[in-house]
């Protein structure tokens, strides 16, 4: 089973990675490769995916795109159909989400079940909000139930806020999403989110934290965005910054989060990452025992 976005995953199954993710087994991938395939950098997903392979037994392979050529040296699925000959899962984090697709669809077209896991794409970041639910459940689980567990994302909405998004509402929680004008999702996906639960849209975030247990940040320039970077940061500054008084708005029980890098100044003070950096580390850490319910669940279909 692939596990590409969350498009396709309903609750229960979102519920059984997070308690798989809880899991060891130490021997699931032993003798196997897993490929990790990077066209753009990363600290957190290559270090997780990694050490989440070695701890159930397997080999992981780091694979730079730019070493690869994908689509340059040879297809993407050309590429996927050669790795499966030597692993047991393919893994990429890509530009274009229509690249982990084809690659799907070529190992699955030759009859093969090997699957493929995202990790991080223009369109979503599956991986990222698994270890996001696992650090939110953990801090709230045992103070009330989920249907009463609100979430604010500020900033964005991109690849981890449509994750998150989806992720969070089908286990129960409800989200606000704050992002300025032009940097909202579309018409179709702001229907498709609304189908599943309780989600609200703001163009202030003030309106999106007040309230809120969880208190959310991404950058404002994502990987690629980097030539639009004086744009984005016009649209953002100065109220898409998350500081201690937009804090004060949230429930007095609320922690602040980010998938990082964070962008101190930019997206969030100096002050609240520091503050929150317990919950923010963790969520970081949070990344491995992610990997191990992805690779475990991913691999159990
Ligand atoms: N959050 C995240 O995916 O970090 P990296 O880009 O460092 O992997
Ligand atoms: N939205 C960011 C997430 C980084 C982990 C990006 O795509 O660059």
Redo the contacts with the bound molecule.
Sequence with gaps: MNFLDFDSFDGDQIKEILEMAKKEDANLLRGKGVALIFEKPSLRTRNSAEMATVALGGHPVYIQAAEVGIDVRESAEDIARTLIGYHSVIAARVFDHRVLQRMARSISDLGSSVPVINL?SDKA?PC?AVADLLTITDLFDSKFSRELLRIAYVGDS???ALSLAQAALKIGASISIASPDGYDFDGQTKRSLIELGPITFYDDPIDAVTGSHVVYG??WV??GDEARAQEIRAAFEPRFKVDGAMMAKADSDAVYMH?LPAHRGEEVTNEVMERYAKVIFKQAANRMAAFKGVLSMTLSR
């Design positions: 991080l970041h990222q991109n690849n981890v991404d950058t994502s990987m998938c």
